[in-house]
């Protein structure tokens, strides 16, 4: 079994092409995926209007600068009451740290998860990895697929969607019929980083009583809306976000030798 999902992750890894680092004027293609995790827990009884909202890249982003642990800052852009009664936090994401520079961005979401489905995320699946290191887990990601650490693929049952790599999954996106979320788009056509979220990871995870009123690919593009019917809106720290970029992001003055450096 083991020597199959080898085979089958090397055969995948070969049919990946991953873009080469960004041309000097855009350090992200628009449609590249940034997987993050919040640092600032976000409450939408207690922030403001123009509160900073502060995050965390999980996982190096193919063909660009972006490293993990690089930061990525946005704001509140408003919170109320809509007029159906559902409680509504506007937020925008606006730049992320490349190269030790804040470079501006917009981007929309594609999928939100809870720190208790990350987590869960992160532990071995039941039985499957008794007696095995972390290092050789099974573990499911948000969504469902499998991810085979020690050599294996990320798996969707039989069929391979991408490998493993140090912090998290490299897949192409996939989108499923009837969900709003799309596969490839604009500029990167390209694996993707999806940390600990599966290949058509879509919506939200774990936070029942939330939904993503408006993802911001459409005007107002940058503006992502969730919402809550039940009076409560609250996001903890650590949960988990598959944010795009919706525009190139333009890291000026940069030369292509800067670009192109590991």
């Not at 502060?54 to 946005?74: H, K, N, S």
């Not at 998290?168 to 500029?187: F, I, K, N, S």
Request: glycine share 12%; net charge negative; aromatic share 4%.
């Amino acid at each position: 079994m083991q020597s199959k999902w080898i085979f089958a992750a090397f055969a995948f890894a070969a049919s990946l092409s991953i873009p080469p680092i960004a041309a000097a004027q855009s350090a992200i293609p628009s449609g590249t995926i940034l997987p993050v995790s919040l640092d600032t827990g976000l409450n939408a009884g207690k922030v403001r209007p123009g509160q900073q909202i502060r995050a965390t890249v999980m996982q190096d982003i193919a063909g660009t600068l972006i490293r993990r642990r690089a930061r990525v800052e946005g704001h509140v852009v408003k919170v109320g009451t809509s007029k159906n009664g559902q409680i509504e936090l506007e937020i925008q994401f606006d730049s992320v740290m490349i190269d030790g520079r804040m470079v501006p961005m917009k981007t929309d979401l594609r999928a939100l998860a809870s720190l208790l489905d990350v987590e869960e995320a992160q532990d071995p699946e039941d039985m499957s990895s008794r007696g095995m290191t972390p290092a050789t887990w099974t573990t499911q990601q948000i969504g469902g697929e499998e991810y085979y650490r020690g050599g294996g693929p990320v798996a969707d049952g039989i069929t391979t969607v991408g490998q493993v790599t140090d912090w998290g999954a490299l897949d192409l996106p996939r989108t499923e019929p009837g969900m709003r979320c799309r596969g490839a788009v604009g500029q990167n056509h390209g694996p993707q980083a999806m940390w600990l979220f599966s290949s058509d990871a879509c919506g939200v995870y774990g936070l029942p009583n939330i939904h993503i009123e408006h993802a911001g690919r459409s005007d107002p593009e940058g503006i992502i809306v969730l919402a809550s019917n039940n009076g409560k809106l609250k996001l903890g720290n650590g949960t988990g976000l598959l944010l795009r970029a919706s525009t190139p992001a333009l890291l000026a003055g940069s030369s292509q030798a800067e670009l192109t450096r590991d």
